[in-house]
Each structure stands twice: as C-alpha cells, then as structure tokens.
T-cell receptor, first 117, second 112 residues
C-alpha cells in the first residue's frame, strides 16, 4: 500500500518569506513518480512537477524548488520570496507505477498556504 | 500543459434529479480519465477510472448505479449523478492522462 503524508495542514507567511511544504511518502515499489499540484481558490488543480524515483536531482523553476531525498522518502517543495498569488492548497501525490494508463495517484491531505501582504 | 475542460463549473439541482458532468481533453486523446470527489478542506478521493470503450472501474465504496460513467470517445468522459441527494453535494473533479495527469476545473454540485 502506498501513502502520502503532508503533516503540515495550514501555513501562514508574510509576503517575501520563503516557505517549505513537506511531503513524506511510503511505497513498496522501486519505481514510482511523485507530483506536486496547486489548487487555488477557484478549484482547479494545477500541475507543478513530476519526478521519477530514479532522479534525485533537485529541481528549480523560478521561485519554486523541489528537494527529493529517497533516503528519507521525502519530496519537499520550497517557495522562495512568496507572493499573495501563491496562496492555495498544495497537494503532494504518488503514482505507484510509471504513469501508465491505469496507475492511480495517491494524494496527501494537502497543505493550505496563506501568504499575507 | 495539457488542457482538460470540465463542464458545468457549478450546478444546483433538486433532490431526486440527475446531473451530468462532462470532462473533455482538448488537446490530446485520453484513453483513461479519472473522476475524483473532494469534500471541503479534504483531499481528493478517487471515485473511478474511466476507460474509453469499456466499463469504468470503480473504487471500493463507490456506488456504480449512482455514479454512472461513460467514456464514449477519446476526448470525452461523463459522470452522471443519478437521483441526487443532498449528501451528494460536493466538488467533483476529473482528470485526463497522457504522460502526466491534468485536471479539469472541477464542478461544484449542490443538491437542494
């Protein structure tokens, strides 16, 4: 069985602060994919990143960066210099096999990030 | 990223009626689509996997006769909530998969 744990439920920061969203996962598979999605108040889920289990390189995309540590089964997400528009619910997710037709996504419970002006 | 369109975004219906929600992949063909349900301040719960040309695969505890799924083409899946009741009120969201999974805008269903 696979599991995604996002221990933080709500985080509130002031604009321009850096913030890290934690994600810890459990799986028996040696090959898997990890994802982060953003859900703004409007409701749609916005794809942010997919990382496969063989690639432990950290990734940076603008103000976003991801730290994948296989040794600790973590895939943390950092937003640098946060902005009000970053306010949303962020979900970490795990796919049990490489994204084939019927592999399912297991979601964490989500972290509500509020960025205050 | 890919575009998945879900319609309607909001619907209010009377108890006992049926509601159909459409999910379209606009720029790729999706042999597989997924339907999720999300309760307020909760995570997404997978309801079913919709396969083009075949019957949907439902998750445990999801009533097949209540939540009818049809995936008639490679770009369209529909979810029909039959004989809706107030407890069916929720946020329903679909996704379509090519290499990654892309989500629709979601449908807020309110049954009165």
């Amino acid at each position: 069985a696979q599991k995604v744990t996002q221990a933080q439920t709500e985080i509130s920061v002031v604009e321009k602060e850096d913030v890290t969203l934690d994600c810890v996962y459990e799986t028996r598979d040696t090959t898997y994919y990890l994802f982060w999605y953003k859900q703004p108040p409007s409701g749609e889920l916005v794809f942010l990143i997919r990382r496969n289990s063989f690639d432990e390189q950290n990734e940076i995309s603008g103000r976003y960066s991801w730290n994948f540590q296989k040794s600790t089964s973590s895939f943390n997400f950092t937003i640098t210099a946060s902005q009000v528009v970053d306010s949303a619910v962020y979900f970490c997710a795990l796919s049990e096999v490489p994204t084939g037709a019927n592999s399912k996504l297991t979601f964490g419970k989500g972290i509500t990030l509020s960025v205050r002006p | 990223g890919a575009v998945v369109s879900q319609h309607p975004s909001r619907v209010i219906c009377k108890s006992g009626t049926s509601v159909k929600i459409e999910c379209r992949s606009l720029d790729f063909q999706a042999t597989t689509m997924f339907w999720y349900r999300q309760f307020p301040k909760k995570s997404l719960m997978l309801m079913a996997t919709s396969n083009e040309g075949s019957k949907a695969t439902y998750e445990q505890g999801v009533e097949k006769d209540k939540f009818l799924i049809n995936h008639a083409s490679l770009t369209l899946s529909t979810l029909t909530v039959t004989s809706a009741h107030p407890e069916d009120s929720s946020f329903y969201i679909c996704s379509a998969r090519n290499r990654d999974e892309f989500f629709g805008q979601g449908t807020r269903l309110t049954v009165v």
